[in-house]
């Protein structure tokens, strides 16, 4: 059965704080994995990766990929309130007729002032 | 504008009474699915489509149908709901599979919160 597990569940921090955050896998066919952020509605996508080792930066944002250990990190330097979100790590398995999308329970930041 | 449409935002209804809820995309996206969130499970699949009368289970199927006749369209009907199908639930497209080697970041719609009581 395909697996993904992050962590912290829940991490609460102070602006300007860089936080990490843990992702690890267990899916047949690996292909990417997928970070999303989720505010107060729907889940926004931040990053694809595929390779390992190849470091994905958006802002104060940037994740890596690690193939080998199954894992991935998700990094936020000088955290803003506006980072308080739940992020999402997800893969997809492929089946026959597509591909299903596994995603993981979420760690909830929050950020204070 | 590019966006993912679900309907009703908001439903409360009783143990065994039909529904459905309905999700239309206007990007000509490929791949849909459906989603249901709940505390302390995270996302979990219930159900997704390559294409039109291509769909297939996701994890959590049971108590749920979904048709696509057409592209832009992927309803979910729960035929007899029960209470432990409460959830807040989360419709998305992209325009390819989620296996793709592209990017094909997920759009999703903003949410029904079923009740059922």
């Known amino acids: 059965e395909d697996k993904v597990v992050q962590s912290p569940l829940s991490l609460v921090v102070h602006e300007g704080d860089t936080v990490t955050l843990n992702c690890s896998y267990e899916?047949?066919?690996?292909?990417?994995l997928l970070w999303y952020k989720q505010e107060k509605k729907a889940p926004t996508f931040l990053f694809m990766l595929?390779?390992?080792?190849i470091e994905k930066k958006s802002g104060r944002l940037s994740s890596i990929l690690d193939k080998k250990e199954l894992f991935s990190i998700l990094n936020i330097t000088a955290t803003q309130t506006g980072d308080s979100a739940i992020y999402l790590c997800?893969?997809?398995?492929?089946?026959?007729?597509?591909?299903?999308?596994?995603f993981g329970e979420g760690t909830q930041l929050t950020v204070n002032p | 504008e590019a966006q993912v449409t679900q309907n009703p935002r908001y439903l409360i209804t009783v143990t065994g009474k039909k529904l459905t809820v309905t999700c239309s995309q206007n990007?000509?996206?490929?791949?849909m699915s459906w989603y249901r969130q709940d505390p302390g499970l995270g996302l979990r699949q219930i159900y997704y489509?390559?294409?039109?009368?291509v769909t297939d289970k996701g994890d959590v199927p049971e108590g749920y149908k979904v048709s696509r006749k057409e592209k832009r369209n992927f309803p979910l009907i729960l035929e007899s709901p029960s209470p432990n199908q409460t959830s807040l639930y989360f419709c998305?497209?992209?325009?390819w599979g989620q296996g793709s080697p592209y990017n094909s970041p997920l759009h999703f719609g903003n949410g029904t919160r079923l009740t059922v009581t």
């Open positions: 998305a497209s992209s325009l």
């Open positions: 899916v047949t066919n690996f292909r990417s």
């Open positions: 595929t390779s390992s080792g």
């Open positions: 997800a893969v997809p398995a492929m089946e026959t007729s597509g591909s299903r999308l596994t």
């Open positions: 990007m000509n996206h490929e791949y």
């Open positions: 489509s390559m294409n039109v009368e």
